[in-house]
């Protein structure tokens, strides 16, 4: 059975994550399905829950430290920070990062969240994977009863803090090789 939270930094869900579980998430912008970064095995199965095999998710994260530990050039990193801490992602390359986190590509999009209570969570659990919590091609859950028609009992752990849904999904956007900004997702 999926247990239940209502805060991201309540210590049952840090401790949920080290160990390896998928669940949702209020991210800065919308629910999102999530697992630690760091952890194969807990992508694959991210990866499997939402059905979408080739198609990365966004990696959300406490700081550039983060970042750079997945593998993520620092100074890419350094020239996207402009953009953080707020709810935009930015593409980056992703050549030097395991092929679990990035699928077939050769870049991510990362974000590094405003909201304190998410900055808290990534501050422990290190940086998350994250991807709409919806099926592909369906309407992204603006609460956890929507989260929990589309997952139900796949998942490990819902955390429900009511209507989330004012917001977009992140804004993305990326560099060209002259260092041009590209916007990908207003």
Known sequence: MSQRFNSVVDTGLVKLLHNGAVGVIPTDTVYGLVARACDQQAIERLYN???????PGTVIAHSI?????????RRELSRAAVYWPD???????????????????????VR????????????????LMT???NKPGLPTSTSI??????????????VDVGYVG????SKIVGFDSKGNLTVFRD
């Open 49 to 55: 829950v939402k059905k979408r095999p080739n198609q």
């Open 166 to 169: 004012g917001d977009n999904p």
């Open 112 to 127: 590094i969240p405003r909201d304190p209570l998410l900055q808290r969570l990534l501050a422990q659990t290190g940086p």
């Open 87 to 109: 709810s935009v992602s930015v593409i980056v390359d992703a050549t030097h990062v395991a092929s679990y986190l990035k699928r077939t590509r050769i870049s991510l999009a």
């Open 131 to 133: 991807t709409s919590a």
């Open 145 to 158: 009863a929507e989260a929990e028609a589309y997952f139900g009992e796949t998942i490990d752990f819902y």
């Open 65 to 73: 430290d983060d970042l750079a530990l997945l593998g993520l050039d």
